[in-house]
């Protein structure tokens, strides 16, 4: 099992850019992707980034590519979600995840084994 705790959220004005964290412990950091994932209450919670065990791959939702960058520091046990660019829409709790193995499949909450408590993020127009 791996404990997710989460950091960065807030509130920031469309245009602007915050930096999420998620701090992972114990299995081996290195040894499995990471995904974030947001939520808007009614509805699921939706992909929005993943990169594998290594860092060497990255997966976006194609809405969030160019204005989100997903990275990990192995060495800090930590992954980092770069937001610019934010828009009223991407207002969301964000959940940092932690995958069951080394690369995404489905890029779905089905690849991920443990989840963050959440971190809000409103973006105000």
């Known amino acids: 099992q791996v404990q997710l705790v989460e950091s960065g959220g807030g509130l920031v004005q469309a245009g602007g850019s915050l930096r999420l964290s998620c701090v992972a412990s114990?299995?081996?950091?290195?040894?499995?992707?990471m995904g974030w994932f947001r939520q808007v209450p009614g509805k699921e919670r939706e992909f929005v980034a993943g990169?594998?065990?290594?860092?060497?791959?990255?997966y976006y939702v194609d809405s969030m590519k160019g204005r989100f960058t997903i990275s990990r520091d192995n060495a800090k046990n930590t992954v980092y979600l770069q937001m610019n660019s934010l828009k009223p829409e991407d207002t969301a709790v964000y959940y940092c995840?932690?995958?069951?193995?080394?690369?995404?499949?489905?890029?779905?909450?089905?690849?991920?084994?443990?989840w963050g408590q959440g971190t809000q993020v409103t973006v105000s127009s």
């Open positions: 995840a932690a995958g069951i193995a080394g690369y995404l499949k489905y890029r779905l909450p089905v690849d991920f084994g443990s």
């Open positions: 114990g299995r081996p950091f290195g040894s499995y992707a």
């Open positions: 990169i594998n065990w290594s860092g060497e791959f990255t």
